[in-house]
T-cell receptor
Framework: DSGVTQTPKHLITATGQRVTLRCSPR?????VYWYQQSLDQGLQFLIQ???????AKGNILERFSAQQFPDLHSELNLSSLELGDSALYFC????????????FGNGTRLTVT | AQSVTQLGSHVSVSEGALVLLRCNYS??????LFWYVQYPNQGLQLLLK??????LVKGINGFEAEFKKSETSFHLTKPSAHMSDAAEYFC????????????FGQGTELSVKP
């Protein structure tokens, strides 16, 4: 058990809809990362937060947004969903030191129909 | 720009044989390098990491990797494969001067035959 909790585990929704994915980091970790994993794109870095502030941004679409709250949990919001957004979305957390390994949750599997 | 290339999307070995998973990186600054393993329906788990110091790094489950700056490589090895090693393996480079962004390779699926 990594200590990182992601909810829900599975999500099935229709095109055009909006969903929210939630992540609770490991106790003591200040930094949260979001990744998208799909068969054709592999593991794509979306965005990173550190203690509530956005730290780094990857290939995150404008339809997607995220935030990290004062209690350090994070939410990833996906809107105007398309079929191609179907993927496994991972959250990972770390203490925030540059060489600290990431601890991954088990992911949320999003299916857009 | 920093990047990671894993050679071979699928590797198959026999139980007891040597495991060699290849990873090459590109980085304009000294890299921090990681290997992660992903079992079916699970998140990624850290196998080992290289930051500074000794270039041969030992990880969990008998895996090790050697950082070779001259070859820009960080190949993962295990002397004797076990059936439980079957999983997907990801090499990653951390861009620590960009807030710690971790960039992953495409992954290598390891199959172990009895």
């Amino acid at each position: 058990d990594s200590g990182v909790t992601q909810t829900p585990k599975h999500l099935i929704t229709a095109t055009g809809q909006r969903v929210t994915l939630r992540c609770s980091p490991r106790s003591g970790d200040l930094s949260v990362y979001w990744y998208q994993q799909s068969l054709d794109q592999g593991l794509q870095f979306l965005i990173q937060y550190y203690n509530g502030e956005e730290r780094a941004k990857g290939n995150i679409l404008e339809r997607f947004s995220a935030q990290q709250f004062p209690d350090l949990h994070s939410e990833l919001n996906l809107s105007s969903l398309e079929l191609g957004d179907s993927a496994l979305y991972f959250c990972a957390s770390t203490q925030g030191m540059s060489d600290s390994p990431l601890h991954f949750g088990n992911g949320t599997r999003l299916t857009v129909t | 720009a920093q990047s990671v290339t894993q050679l071979g999307s699928h590797v198959s070995v026999s139980e007891g044989a040597l495991v060699l998973l290849r990873c090459n990186y590109s980085s304009s600054v000294p890299p921090y390098l990681f290997w992660y393993v992903q079992y079916p329906n699970q998140g990624l788990q850290l196998l080992l990491k290289y930051t500074t110091g000794a270039t041969l790094v030992k990880g969990i489950n008998g895996f090790e990797a050697e950082f070779k700056k001259s070859e820009t490589s960080f190949h993962l090895t295990k002397p004797s494969a076990h059936m439980s090693d079957a999983a997907e393996y990801f090499c990653a480079v951390m861009i620590y001067n960009q807030g710690g962004k971790l960039i992953f390779g495409q992954g290598t699926e390891l199959s172990v035959k009895p």
